[in-house]
């Protein structure tokens, strides 16, 4: 889970709101003083990797038979038999499957797996996804390489149907710490026999998505956030979910189009669970948006996934 963290270090986004404060040692300008006890980054981070950590689906299975694992959700993963190796040598014997599934901005939002991707012009983009998956697979504890690929069969009505675009997509991290999405030229396929489905070959264990990129209008503009104090990179992070895209929730990775209907949201912290807020704005060209502590609230990881959820 340590790849599941991203920040908002965004500076060339020029994402917080300058004011008369004096600077703190990121850069970032409190915009109040407040009598508390901020959150550790450890704490922070450790509570998104518990949510992540929840998400996980077990199966156990032989090597050299292999396995079609079928989730909670109904998605159907197939990996063939003799296709898993360890530091390059065939593996045999009972094999642990580690499968998880995200579908939703809440759960997005609280393990941090959000939909940004770079386009073959190296820029970043914000994606609606038709379900992303973690997927490993262990022996003994330790970690196996996949040799001959695997199949993925995505049920459309997970993520609300069909949406025309959807290709696959792999996870990576970036030199920020954030999870990015990088397109693939590996078979995919939508089949409409029995419900429309995604169907994906996919090469390698990890992060693998259905996505498509949404086509922004321009003119844009950057979106400054300001914090309260005692928030910094390291113990917060701010979110942006698209009014109407229930399938889709970036980090503030740069220009956002002017009129864009948006919920902006803080996320820290707060002894074992979230502290957040949420503004819901439409971007304007200079757009700030400040985030008071007062404004802020406390919940747990389910509360807050139903809330983020239920967002329009």
């Known amino acids: 889970m340590k790849n599941l963290r991203n920040t908002f270090t965004l500076l060339v986004a ?3 709101l300058i004011t008369s404060c004096s600077k703190d040692d990121d850069g970032i300008e409190p915009i ?5 006890t901020p959150p550790t980054a450890a704490a922070f981070k450790g509570l998104q990797e518990d949510a992540f950590n929840s ?3 077990n199966a156990t299975f032989n090597a050299e038979d292999g396995i079609t694992f079928e989730s909670a959700a109904g998605v159907t993963l197939a990996i063939w038999a003799n296709c898993l190796s360890l530091n390059g040598d065939p593996v045999t014997g009972a094999v642990e499957l580690e499968y998880v599934e995200v579908f939703e901005r809440g759960n997005m939002l609280t393990t941090n797996a959000t939909t940004v991707g770079k386009d073959q012009s190296n820029d970043l983009g914000q994606l609606i996804s038709g379900g992303e998956f973690h997927i490993k697979a262990y022996q003994n504890g330790e970690e196996l390489t996949l040799d001959c690929g695997m199949m993925i069969s995505v049920p459309a009505d997970l993520t609300g149907g069909e949406v025309p ?7 990576e991290i970036d030199e920020n710490d954030n999870l990015v999405w990088l397109p693939q030229n590996t078979e995919f396929w939508i089949d409409q026999q029995n419900g429309t489905s995604y169907n994906a070959f996919v090469e390698n264990f990890g ?4 996505d ?3 086509a922004d209008p321009d003119p844009k503009t950057e979106i400054q956030i300001a914090v309260p104090q ?9 979110y942006l979910a698209r009014v109407g895209e229930s399938s889709s929730l970036a980090f503030l990775y740069g220009e956002f189009p002017i009129g864009l209907e948006a ?3 803080f996320l820290s912290e707060h002894e074992g669970d979230f502290r957040y807020a949420i503004q819901t704005i439409t971007v304007v060209d200079g757009q700030q948006v400040t985030f008071t502590m007062e404004e802020t609230a406390i919940a747990t990881v389910e509360e807050l996934t139903q809330i983020i959820n239920n967002l329009p």
Do not use: R, Y
Not at 32 to 36: G, W, Y
Not at 165 to 171: K, N, Y
């Open 230 to 238: 005692g928030f910094d990179n390291s113990n917060a992070s701010v």
């Open 32 to 36: 109040e003083e407040i009598p508390f």
């Open 207 to 210: 992060w693998f998505n259905c």
């Open 165 to 171: 675009g959807m290709g696959p997509f792999v996870g």
């Open 14 to 16: 020029t994402l917080f």
């Open 212 to 214: 498509v990129f949404i």
């Open 263 to 265: 919920h902006i949201i």
């Open 55 to 57: 998400l996980k689906q």
